[in-house]
């Protein structure tokens, strides 16, 4: 079992930046993807920036703004947001792969005011 704590989140003014932790807390071996999903009221889950040991992947929205860090070594994944805007508040998800399966944070707020 892989368990996937998130923190982090909190409130912030638009132009704020805030930095985004997660940490596998058991079952970590062999975590391959580590990376973060975000959820707004009403909307889809959607990506915002997921690594390995090969590649980065951020979402449009993220690039430029958003970096995506990982301690492989402590299986911990951070997300350093800057310039943040209010269409980026969400409830922020780590996400990790093991074995070819997904797992998922419980979620940490993330609420950018005008």
């Known amino acids: 079992q892989v368990q996937l704590v998130e923190s982090g989140g909190g409130l912030v003014q638009s132009g704020g930046s805030l930095r985004l932790s997660c940490v596998a807390s058991?079952?970590?071996?062999?975590?391959?993807?580590m990376g973060w999903y975000r959820q707004a009221p009403g909307k889809e889950r959607e990506l915002v920036a997921v690594?390995?040991?090969?590649?980065?992947t951020y979402a449009d929205s993220a690039k430029g703004r958003f970096t995506i860090s990982r301690d492989s070594a402590k299986n911990e994944v951070y997300l350093q947001m800057e310039n943040l805007e209010p269409e980026d508040t969400a409830v922020y998800y780590c996400?990790?792969?093991?074995?070819?399966?997904?797992?998922w944070g419980q979620g940490t707020q993330v609420t950018v005011s005008s």
């Open positions: 996400y990790a792969t093991q074995w070819n399966r997904d797992y």
């Open positions: 690594m390995n040991y090969r590649e980065t």
């Open positions: 058991r079952g970590a071996l062999l975590i391959y993807d």
